[in-house]
């Protein structure tokens, strides 16, 4: 069985010589999900209770490729996130079901999961704040593994 993707990826920042967060509680999991009405997928729950994201400390709080994982308290649904930046950032329809979780470079793009009120069927993540916002991964493992990569598919065309 191959390791789970938040493993693989704390033992990424580990080797990049980052300190590592402490997971978030059940419970701050669950209030998450009540206040957004959403049920994370599975692997992005044990993310979560495993790791909250990289350090708020400004040597932490991205890798060296300038990507920066979010913790729980700063992810929010795309319509608000977008709400907090001035400049005119283009949206879409389903903006309310995607929440992001990590941004590039000091938010010149950010990354955003699809969650639903119940966890059925598919959880893209997908660019925000491109010009021609694309599907990245099909799941957040798959943004894991892409990011361990250092993919193609991380960066707009």
Same mark, same amino acid.
């Given at each position: $069985?191959?390791?789970? %993707? *938040?493993?693989?990826?704390?033992? *990424? /920042?580990?080797?990049?010589?980052?300190?590592?967060?402490?997971?978030?509680?059940? %419970?701050?999991?669950?209030?998450?999900?009540?206040? @957004?009405? +959403?049920?994370?997928?599975?692997?992005?729950? &044990?993310?979560?209770? @495993?790791? @909250?994201? $990289?350090?708020?400390?400004?040597?932490?709080?991205? =890798?060296? @490729? #300038?990507?920066?994982? /979010?913790?729980?308290?700063?992810?929010?649904?795309? +319509?608000?996130?977008?709400?907090? *930046?001035? %400049?005119?950032?283009?949206?879409?329809?389903?903006? *309310?079901?995607?929440? +992001?979780?990590? =941004?590039?470079?000091?938010?010149? /793009?950010?990354?955003?999961?699809?969650l639903l009120e119940v966890a059925t069927g598919p959880n893209? +993540?997908?660019?925000? #704040?491109?010009?021609?916002?694309?599907?990245?991964?099909?799941?957040?493992?798959?943004?894991?593994?892409?990011? &361990?990569? =250092?993919?193609?598919?991380l960066y707009p065309v």
């Amino acid at each position: $069985m191959s390791q789970p %993707s *938040h493993e693989r990826l704390v033992r *990424h /920042w580990i080797d990049s010589g980052l300190k590592i967060s402490k997971g978030c509680s059940p %419970s701050d999991v669950q209030r998450f999900e009540l206040e @957004n009405r +959403v049920t994370l997928p599975e692997d992005f729950r &044990l993310y979560f209770l @495993n790791v @909250n994201g $990289m350090l708020p400390d400004a040597r932490e709080d991205c =890798d060296r @490729n #300038g990507f920066c994982f /979010w913790p729980l308290s700063g992810v929010k649904s795309v +319509v608000k996130e977008l709400a907090l *930046h001035s %400049s005119s950032i283009p949206g879409s329809a389903e903006d *309310h079901v995607y929440f +992001v979780f990590a =941004d590039y470079f000091q938010w010149s /793009w950010a990354y955003a999961i699809r969650l639903l009120e119940v966890a059925t069927g598919p959880n893209p +993540v997908i660019h925000v #704040g491109t010009l021609k916002p694309k599907v990245v991964a099909d799941s957040f493992t798959q943004f894991v593994e892409l990011y &361990l990569l =250092d993919a193609e598919q991380l960066y707009p065309v």
